[in-house]
Each structure stands twice: as C-alpha cells, then as structure tokens.
C-alpha cells in the first residue's frame, strides 16, 4: 500500500513539474475562463434578480469548459517519444497511474478556480465569501467529479485525432448529474444562503457521484490505457 501510494506521488509531482515548466494548459485555461466570464457580464445584467439566481450556473459553466483545456493535456502531453508506452510499461498499476494524474490535474483544475472566483464575484456583484467553508466544499467536490471523468476519458481519447472535440463531447454528458448538484448549491451559497434542507441532498448527490466514479475509473483504468 504504502509502495503504491508512492507511485501515486511520483507520478503526481512529475506530471505538475511538467504543467509548471511549460505552463500551456494552466495559462490557456485561465485565460478562457477569464474571458467567459468578461463576455457572460456582458450578456447577463448582474444587477438583474434572474442573473443573481443563475449564476452558480454561469460559473460551473465556465469551469467545466476551462477545466477541459487542462484535462486534454494529462495523457497527450505523454505522446512526443513513446512516453506514454514507457509509462504503460512501467512497474506501476494503472490505478497508480491514473490517481496520479487526476491528482496533478485537480491541483490544476482548482487552481484555475482560485483565480476565477474572486473575478467571478467582481463582475457579477455576489458575496461569495458569505458562506466561504460551503463553498469551497463544493469547489472541492464539483472539481474532483470534472477531474476523475475528465482524466479517464483523456486516456480513452488519447490515440484520437480530433481528441480536442471528443474529450467534452464525452465527458459532460457523463458530467451532468455533478454538475447539475454543484450548480444548484453554489447558486444559493454565492448568495449567502447555507446548504440546508432540499439542498443538502444535491450535496450527498455530488459525493456519492465522486465516489462512484472514482472507484469506476480506477477499475477500468487498465483496460482503457492497455485493451
């Protein structure tokens, strides 16, 4: 356990190494969400009750279609050399291979959404930081689910040409159940309200999905990467 836990760590640190050398995923990532959500204070009156409700919507969007451009990059940035084969045919599980590189990418996905918030919170007027615990247990969750499904089908779609287009053609579908549960409670904590009553249940939702899927993922990890 501990030798595999190891593995998990080297991978983890090899694949940030690598993001924070180039910064090409990070730094593309930022800017899309940034610019989403200059162009979304456009087209949605902040001052307006109906943007004030939505807007835990507006911001998952953005999320999950920045959070895309880094999770693109986990196995393709592998190819140049046969690396990824080298990596196919080290002496580490697949799951070892997997969790690191969901990990890698989780630090990356919630850094981008560090960034993104306080901007967030700029354009559209909200008090994000009323229920800021609630919040960033949510971030925390929302960003585990776009992680775990994001990662796993970057290894599927790795050998794809057009793997650009097909990583979100197949991972938001899959995605709509967390992403429906994280938009519903960010939409009431970014006003101020806590997680209580009907809400707690999407909480239990976007859990239960990380859970399930994270325990999918590392069972058909193997399969996925070697056929």
Known sequence: MI????????????????????KEAVNASLAFALVILLMFSFAFDPLEETTREIS?????????????????????????????DALIAAPISGAALFLGKALANYVLVLAVELVALPVFGIFYGVHWTAQFPQLMLVLLLGAWALTVVGTIFSALTVNIRLREVMLPMLTYPILVPALMGAMQLTAGLVNGKPISGDTVSWLKMLIGFD???????LVLVETVLVG
Not at 8 to 20: G, I, N
Not at 57 to 66: E, K, N, S, T
């Open 211 to 217: 859970v399930i899927f994270t325990a999918v993922s």
């Open 3 to 22: 030798a595999f836990f190891r593995q998990v760590l080297v991978v983890t640190v090899k694949d940030l190494r690598a993001e924070l050398r180039t």
């Open 56 to 84: 835990g919507g507006l911001l998952w969007i953005v999320f999950a279609f920045a959070g895309t451009l880094v999770l693109n990059r986990s196995f393709a940035r592998e190819q140049p050399n046969d690396c990824l």
